[in-house]
């Protein structure tokens, strides 16, 4: 809109807001402004502390409980953000956050998210805007090449790939399907016919559908059974098996399962978990698989997935011949803002059998020529948004190389960590390997029992990150108990500095501190800065725990 009133519409037109909320030139301006605010704020964002200093409630204290009565100028909405929201940000984009697994923002991502936003529509099927679902199509094909992913996951053939808000939503999204799967081909081999006895038996089978997965596995899998009303069991790991599950166990809790007249559909299998960034050992799983085809197996890579871009990673990607599907998130490492978790089908008919429903207002011809896709029938809601224009601007402004170095970047910031720490041995130790970026370390009290570091068997064929030595910790529950104190007192006194954001977790009874900084603003400085804060708390409170002791 280029006019300052509605009048031009008609003297019908008697809004007083523009018909796009403001004028073009005003747009212009709030536009301009609202992009050097960003790119300020992540100028400045190193200054900013990482955690906000506000408590709960804080922000009703400053917004009206009612809502405005009239339209408010963009002046006093913009200034609103710095004033109202900033106080209860946490900068996950700060090179000193951490925590959890990196959420990423880049700027070719956010214009991604701008054109997406321009371009608003529900794009739920072909016609909605081919553009919306080719481009998805093209760029997921991309970036299977990119991770060296088997052929079958590419559209070429009977698979594919489909951009979902999470991974959680493609893990439930799959494990429908899985489901759908499972109680037609359990059906079909028992020859029911009549659709009474059909809905009979499959709702009778439904009680006893069973999805498993490792105890490690992320709990979006336990979610996703509960949304898809059937049991969940989990696997517990061991440290001696570098948390991985093992085709020995799977094989065991099916029999198990079976023995006890349930029936095993879905698979959860994990390439790095949360925790540790576990690697299940999909060659054992693979052999194990042969015998149960209708078990359907779901790789869920959502943060590690990324690290597949370099070719010595890669052998991972050829073992996902196993899985049935394989999800990652380009929006935790791969350069992309929030949302863009990209999950691959090896048979999209699984999908679209399970979820496709057609009422006649969806009905068209080009739907119905089959020459396209529709990937409403991929997903579980209608309306979609158009994710795949951000994944084309990081692909294209990165490249496989710019990528490659991302990633490599990363790890090298890591490796530095990790031989930070193993020059304080005499302090800290590493719970598992370091992987993909991933440290998760705990306090050494001082008595000497504690074990020693895991070693890296340099002679390993496989890289550095991806070995799994085992190390043991000690036995006796009171030492642990003690090393457990200790470490959560490092963590809870470093998380009280509100520099640095890191997450501690329990694996397997052992408390740990997780430190993974992997966000396009991450920087070698950081990193030596945290490690030398973690020296110099973990000091203060291992003399405290000395002068207790004495
Ligand atoms: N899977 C793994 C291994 C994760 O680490 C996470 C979150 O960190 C998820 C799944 C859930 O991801 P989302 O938030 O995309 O559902």
Same mark, same amino acid.
């Given at each position: 809109m280029s006019s300052h009133t509605n009048q031009a519409n008609g003297a019908l037109d008697e809004r007083s807001i523009p018909t796009m909320g403001m004028t073009g030139q005003a747009f212009l301006d709030a536009a301009g402004s609202v992009v050097n605010d960003i790119e300020r704020y992540y100028t400045t964002l190193p200054s900013r502390p990482v955690f906000p200093s506000i408590s709960p409630g804080y922000?009703?204290?400053?917004?009206?409980?009612?809502?405005?009565?009239?339209?408010?100028?963009?002046?006093?909405?913009e200034s609103d953000i710095e004033r109202t929201i900033m106080p209860g940000i946490t900068h996950w984009q700060s090179p000193k956050y951490m925590a959890f697994f990196a959420a990423s923002s880049t700027y070719p991502g956010i214009l991604g998210e701008m054109w997406s936003a321009a371009l608003t529509s529900a794009n739920f099927n072909w016609i909605c805007s081919p553009a919306v679902t080719e481009l998805e199509t093209i760029v997921l094909d991309w970036l299977a090449q990119i991770l060296a992913l088997p052929d079958l996951f590419l559209s070429k053939g009977e698979g594919g790939g489909v951009i979902q808000g999470s991974a959680s939503e493609a893990v439930v999204t799959v494990m429908v399907a899985a489901r759908e799967r499972y109680i037609r081909r359990h059906l079909e081999r028992k020859g029911a016919t009549d659709p009474d006895e059909i809905e009979d038996q499959s709702c009778e089978l439904r009680g006893k559908l069973v999805a498993f997965a490792s105890a490690e596995a992320h709990s979006s899998t336990?979610?996703?059974?509960?949304?898809?009303?059937?049991?969940?069991?989990?696997?517990?790991?061991?440290?001696?098996?570098? #948390?991985?599950?093992?085709?020995?166990?799977?094989?065991?809790?099916?029999e198990e399962l079976q023995a006890r007249g349930l029936h095993p559909y879905y698979l959860g299998v994990t390439l790095g978990t949360t925790n540790t960034c576990a690697i299940d050992d999909f060659e054992s799983i693979a052999e194990v698989a042969k015998d149960y085809p209708d078990i359907w197996?779901?790789?869920?890579?959502? #943060?590690a997935g990324s690290a597949l871009v370099l070719p010595e990673y890669q052998y991972l990607s050829k073992q996902m011949t196993l899985v049935d599907s394989f999800n990652m998130n380009m929006h935790k490492w791969l350069l992309t803002n929030f949302d863009a978790s990209c999950l691959y089908v090896r048979k999209r008919k699984d999908l679209t059998d399970a979820l496709s429903i057609t009422p006649t207002y969806l009905k068209n011809q080009f739907t119905d020529s089959g020459l396209v896709t529709d990937y409403r029938d991929w997903q579980i809601p209608l309306?979609?948004?158009?994710?795949?224009?951000?994944?084309?601007?990081v692909l294209r402004t990165w490249g496989v190389e710019g990528l490659k170095q991302h990633?490599?970047?990363h790890l090298k910031l890591a490796d530095l960590f990790v031989e930070l720490v193993k020059s304080r041995s005499d302090i800290f130790r590493l719970l598992t390997p370091p992987?993909?970026?991933?440290?998760?370390?705990?306090?050494?009290?001082?008595?000497?029992?504690?074990?020693?570091?895991?070693?890296?068997?340099?002679?390993?064929?496989?890289?550095?990150?991806?070995?799994?030595?085992?190390?043991?910790?000690?036995?006796?529950?009171?030492?642990?108990?003690?090393?457990?104190?200790?470490?959560?007192?490092v963590y809870t006194k470093l998380d009280e500095t509100k520099e640095?954001?890191?997450?501690?977790?329990?694996?397997?009874?052992v408390y740990a501190i997780r430190v993974?900084?992997?966000?396009?603003?991450?920087?070698?400085?950081y990193i030596r800065r945290v490690f030398g804060l973690l020296v110099e708390i973990t000091e203060r409170v291992l003399k405290g725990s000395d002068e207790t002791q004495h």
């Open positions: 922000l009703q204290k400053l917004l009206p409980i009612a809502p405005p009565m009239h339209g408010e100028p963009w002046a006093d909405i336990k979610k996703g059974a509960i949304i898809a009303g059937t049991r969940f069991r989990s696997i517990p790991v061991h440290r001696s098996d570098g #948390y991985a599950l093992t085709g020995k166990q799977v094989r065991a809790k099916i197996i779901h790789c869920d890579a959502a #943060y309306g979609r948004r158009f994710r795949s224009l951000k994944i084309w601007f990633i490599r970047h992987k993909f970026a991933l440290t998760v370390l705990t306090i050494k009290p001082r008595d000497g029992k504690s074990p020693e570091l895991a070693e890296i068997d340099e002679g390993d064929p496989r890289p550095f990150h991806d070995q799994q030595v085992p190390i043991e910790l000690g036995t006796d529950d009171h030492e642990l108990q003690r090393a457990n104190d200790i470490t959560k007192e640095f954001f890191l997450t501690a977790s329990v694996v397997g009874g993974v900084s992997v966000n396009p603003l991450a920087e070698e400085k």
